[in-house]
């Protein structure tokens, strides 16, 4: 199986930059994508940015410009740097990864996992 530990986050203000960070462990034979989600409530969980393996970063609409994403294949990690927050961009943010591993109840067979969820504020 694969676990996801999110950190980084909290509360800032309107302009202001953050960065979350995530890793990925466990019995892991590949990762193809790992990237960032949100989700407020009422609302369907978005895209906020993702790289998958041998293709282009891919970032929502609402935050191109904004937001980077960057991974390191060997540490199995992926980080989101956010600059000029805004309050629309409050929400619980996850991280995912479409991840192979060699046990656990998907074992052989790419699966998404998700983290726990960290909450980030942006007061206006």
């Known amino acids: 199986q694969v676990q996801l530990v999110e950190s980084g986050g909290g509360l800032v203000q309107a302009g202001e930059s953050l960065r979350l960070s995530c890793i990925a462990t466990g019995d892991i034979l590949v990762i193809s994508a790992m990237g960032w989600y949100r989700q407020v409530p009422r609302k369907q969980r978005e895209l906020v940015a993702s790289?998958?393996?041998?293709?282009?970063?891919m970032y929502g609409d609402s935050v191109k410009g904004r937001f980077t994403i960057s991974r390191d294949n060997a540490k199995n990690t992926v980080d989101l740097h956010m600059s000029r927050l805004k309050p629309e961009d409050t929400a619980v943010y996850y991280c995912?990864?479409?991840?192979?591993?060699?046990?656990?109840?998907?074992?052989?067979?790419?699966?998404?996992?998700w983290g726990q969820g960290t909450q980030i504020t942006v007061s206006p």
């Open positions: 790289i998958t393996t041998g293709r282009d970063p």
């Open positions: 995912h990864a479409d991840a192979t591993a060699s046990s656990g109840l998907y074992y052989l067979t790419p699966h998404d996992y």
